[in-house]
């Protein structure tokens, strides 16, 4: 399986300042998602990062708002912009890849609170 | 659009007990079907993949079974400890035109699942 290393685990943030968020895995993946579950929800998709290229987002979501960078095949980032309290949320890295069939790995996520 | 629901949302039962938890799905096209368990502000760790072919998965006290065509799945948790409590999520990946996937999750709710000592 993969070891998905997380950061931050947690953060407190001033409306409208921005937080990038950092997901490192101990191996090359196919595929890394980034995922958002807001207080008392599931888990709902933001965007596949994709390696070299632009991230694809889900609907509801934008690139102005969530930027995401996959510079190679084992690291990406997701920018939380111009925060709200509406974006207190737990987010959270994924990957899959055929090294372990299609099993989905998720990082410990990120609890940020915006204030 | 695929739809997950759990059920129930939430389980409260004393340790010891055998529970079965309930996952539904609307599109019966999947490629397969991960449970997850969570615990309070942490990730998700995997506990059982069931691949669209499979009938059930089995790992030391869950079970897992898949009915696809009925487009349902059960968790099935033996001799419950307090360990177990925990929300535990269902999860698909539907099939791509080639028949194969290493797309994105669809997530039901989650069951919050309490045993007490």
């Known amino acids: 399986s993969a070891v998905i290393s997380q950061k931050p685990s947690r953060d407190i943030c001033q409306r409208g300042t921005s937080l990038t968020i950092q997901c490192q895995v101990d191996?090359?993946?196919?595929?890394m998602f980034w995922y958002r579950q807001q207080p008392g929800q599931s888990l709902t998709l933001i965007a596949t990062?994709?390696?070299?290229?632009?991230?694809?987002?889900e609907s509801g979501f934008v690139i102005d708002k969530f930027p995401i960078s996959r510079p190679n095949l084992t690291f990406s980032t997701l920018t939380v912009s111009n925060m709200s309290p509406e974006d207190s949320s737990i987010y959270l890295c994924?990957?899959?890849?055929?090294?372990?069939?299609?099993?989905?790995?998720f990082g410990q996520g990120t609890r940020l609170t915006v204030v | 659009k695929q739809e997950v629901t759990q059920i129930p949302a939430a389980l409260s039962v004393p340790e010891g007990e055998n529970l079965v938890l309930n996952c539904s799905f609307t599109d019966s096209a999947i490629y397969n079907l991960q449970w997850f368990r969570q615990d309070p502000g942490k990730g998700l760790t995997s506990l059982l993949l069931i691949q669209s072919s499979q009938r059930e998965q089995t790992s030391g006290r869950l079970n897992a079974s898949l009915d696809k065509s009925s487009g349902r799945s059960t968790l099935y948790i033996a001799a419950s400890q307090p360990g177990d409590s925990a929300t535990y999520l269902c999860?698909?990946?539907?099939?791509?035109?080639?028949?194969?996937?290493?797309?994105?999750?669809?997530f039901g709710q989650g069951t919050i699942l309490t045993v007490h000592p």
């Open positions: 191996s090359q993946v196919t595929m």
């Open positions: 994924s990957v899959r890849s055929p090294l372990w069939g299609t099993e989905a790995f």
């Open positions: 999860a698909v990946t539907q099939s791509n035109a080639g028949g194969t996937s290493y797309g994105k999750l669809t």
């Open positions: 990062a994709n390696q070299g290229s632009e991230a694809t987002y």
